[in-house]
């Protein structure tokens, strides 16, 4: 399969998206689809809101498919653990999101640090267990 990167610029910001790791949460487009909407070609417009705005929701990416570049300036607080309550959402027919600050232990008790957003697997289908990979999309999985 082709990796498929693609880059896009608005001053000195650029949000990149790695399509091999999006789990299509819809995430990214609920939240500001005057950047990102799936309907469009090319689906992100870098002129339908300010950077901190595309910067703070490009955040919220429980994959990491987005991810953004400031070129001259870094966004105050973008890689800073999150000082909230940790919650879980349950995404219909896909991964399991939780917003917060995570430790994950595997069964050799490697541990992995999380913040922000990430996105556990349902499905059972992921080759990144635990996490989400988008498999639950190539499986048709669906909620019970």
């Known amino acids: 399969m082709e990796k498929i990167v693609k880059h896009y610029s608005k001053g000195d910001l650029t949000v990149t998206w790695d399509a091999q790791r999006c789990i299509h949460s819809t995430i990214c487009w609920r939240g500001l689809k005057e950047v990102f ?44 653990p999150v000082d909230v309550t940790t919650s879980m959402e349950v995404m219909k027919n896909g991964p399991l999101i939780v917003y917060g600050n995570i430790a994950i232990r595997d069964a050799s ?20 267990k635990p996490f989400c990979d988008g498999s639950h999309m190539k499986i048709g999985f669906r909620d019970e």
């Open 109 to 128: 008790g490697k541990e992995v640090h999380k913040n922000k957003v990430t996105a556990f697997c349902r499905c059972g289908a992921s080759a990144n």
């Open 37 to 80: 909407n799936p309907s469009r070609h090319p689906w992100v417009d870098m002129e339908g809101a300010d950077a901190a705005r595309i910067a703070d929701q490009v955040s919220r990416c429980p994959s990491g498919a987005l991810s953004y570049v400031m070129t001259n300036h870094e966004v105050p607080g973008s890689n800073d």
